[in-house]
């Protein structure tokens, strides 16, 4: 899954280090409503790769950033955002930034994602158009996110606060929001040449 020839060790090296991590995460979480609903997506995600696996196999590059997401969704899914222990009191803040670093990645690795499918399928042509679809992309995601958070909140009070993660801060929505085009914009900017060695490489 992670090597350009689909080597299975790789494979297996992939699947076993979300297994456990998963298995990990939904040991004793903070709250187990809220472990769910942040787990889900790493779920989701993983089902479709292993569904897509022989139809449409990424590149390495997209394998390890995908595991890197759902490490952060499961971690955050254990102890709920607002409580992952490295992240209290970092860099003197009062508050735990840890829900910042996943929507940063809710920007950084989704914008590879679309720019693979967009890149192999030519759904837009052209640098400029294909950066800009993407981050566009990113943004409705993270808008997205932030409907499903508002939506949790109005259906249940006792997990709202545990997965929206505000900790008090009104501007926390637009700041989640500005940190996935940030993340958008430094995954494009940075790993766009590798992406592209990469994608010369493998076969759809």
């Given at each position: 899954?992670?090597?350009?020839?689909?080597n299975s060790v790789w494979r297996m090296a992939w699947v076993i280090a979300f297994v456990v991590v998963l298995i990990w995460s939904g040991i004793a979480p903070k709250d187990r409503f809220t472990w769910i609903l942040e787990v889900a997506p790493a779920v989701i995600g993983a089902a479709i790769l292993w569904a897509t696996r022989r139809s449409f196999r990424?590149?390495?590059?997209?394998?390890?950033?995908?595991?890197i997401h759902a490490t952060i969704l499961m971690v955050g899914g254990h102890y709920t955002y607002a409580e992952v222990p490295l992240f209290d009191g970092l860099f003197d803040s009062s508050r735990n930034n840890y829900d910042k670093l996943g929507h940063f990645a809710q920007g950084f690795v989704p914008a590879m994602i679309a720019r693979e499918i967009i890149v192999r399928k030519r759904v837009v042509n052209g640098r400029l158009w294909q950066g800009f679809f993407i981050i566009t992309v990113c943004l409705a995601i993270s808008a997205f996110y932030e409907l499903i958070e508002w939506w949790v909140a109005l259906a249940s009070d006792q997990a709202a606060e545990a997965f929206l993660g505000t900790q008090g801060y009104?501007?926390?929505?637009?700041?989640?929001?500005a940190l996935a085009l940030l993340g958008a914009i430094v995954a494009l900017a940075s790993l766009?040449?590798?992406?592209?060695?990469?994608?010369a490489r493998i076969t759809t």
């Open positions: 899954m992670i090597s350009v020839n689909g990424l590149t390495p590059l997209l394998y390890v950033l995908i595991l009104v501007w926390d929505t637009q700041s989640d929001m766009s040449r590798l992406h592209d060695r990469q994608l």
